[in-house]
């Protein structure tokens, strides 16, 4: 659905009121095209901790140009040699000339220790700090700049390259205020960037549209094998995306008492493994809970989680899913923020965060990373059918003031499917522009 708004406000005359009346002003974001460099600019890099020599090397290896001084497309500080609050002024000396010079859509992350990881109580303090700069920026900086604070646990500084070109890249324009954590692991890089799915099998829910039907593309353009799975009275549509991503379709009610056995068969018939397991079908049936009859209840609790988890045991079960797998969540917002009408909905996507969190440590030791994304206000047919107000609240209602696209969603899922995530794990990543709620 068209943004007119965001439409009338980027054009000349409507620039010139916007900015008169104070009203939003949603800057046009840039976003990943294949062949891209991987940032539209030098970098500046300050800081100093047992990151510093990673990041030159993984800079230099994508041809970046580590620049001395700005303007610059992107600020990356190495917060790790941070042991006690005094240090933050080092935060403070490297942002603040820059605070109003970086390039449109620029990128500022910080690199830290996770606090939990700290032996040092001062220590700790101050790397817990980080996440309120981090997140105050993101607010600040605008021009569609993005503000991320990642966690590089001890021992994990060689599994940080896929996360660092995430966030770096305008694969993550739509991702800001976020704070991930990054655990050691043995990372098989990809042996091709722009292709690091390739030889894999990832399988899609709710792919016939939507979200879903972005998350099929950008896993095929990184190279996997996609199986595009819907309800059977999406079968057309299914078909028209499988084709467009030369992949396969499967019409299947998750729901179903026999759909994890039937799930499983397939998959072992046609493909033997699936290595990228994609959970993103889901539905609302909003009412208040006054008026919420039990059907709505149970069929959203059924699709968005109770499903899922049935199919993830007998996947598992069956070693359907090999190690080294990925098994990927949709949560939501409101799941985080909780939403009035929407107990149902609220309750399934908190517990697809309860899953993520359950089941990472379960299943780290083979290796098979459980991760979720939480996305805010996209522009599906979903939000489309949204009151007016609540529509435009939802869209304005961030730091990019604008809606996200499947796109910026499906790009955060592909992070997670790389071979290079290994050590990502455990997180639930918003991909809300920095939406206000819950957050
Ligand atoms: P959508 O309604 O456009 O697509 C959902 C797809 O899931 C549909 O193709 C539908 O047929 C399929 N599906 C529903 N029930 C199914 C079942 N029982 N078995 C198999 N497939 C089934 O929704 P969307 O906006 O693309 O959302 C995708 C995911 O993102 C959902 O989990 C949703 O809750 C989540 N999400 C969306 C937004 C947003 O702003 N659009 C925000 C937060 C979270």
New binding site residues.
Partial sequence: MTDRYATFARSGPGRALTKRLGLPQPPRLRRYRPGDPLVAGPVLLGGSGRLADTVTKILDSAGVTIAAEGPAAAEIFDATGIGESGQLRGVYDFFQPYARSLTPSGRVIVLGTPPEACDDPRAATAQRALEGFVRSVGKEFGRGTTANLVYVAPGAESAVESTLRFFLSAKSAYVSGQVVRVGPAAITAPADWEKPLAGKVALV?????????SIAQVLARDGAHVVA???P??GD??SGVANAVQGTAVQ????ATD?PVRLAEHIAARHGHVDVMV??????RDRTLARMKPERWDAVL???LS?QERINEVLLDRELIPDGGRLIG?????GIAGNRGQTN?ATS?AGVIGLVQSMAPVLAGRGITVNAV??????????AKMPLMLREA?RRMNSMAQ??L?VD?AETIAWFASPGSGGVTGNVVRVCGQSLLGA
């Fill in positions: 829910t709710g792919a016939a549209r939507g979200i879903g039907a799975l819907d309800v009275a999406a549509a299914l299947l009610d998750i729901t759909a959970h993103n079908a889901g539905i609302t059924e699709v968005n499903s949709v949560a939501s917002i409101a909905y996507k939480a996305p805010g206000f996209i522009e599906t047919a979903m939000t939802g809606g996200g499947p969603v």
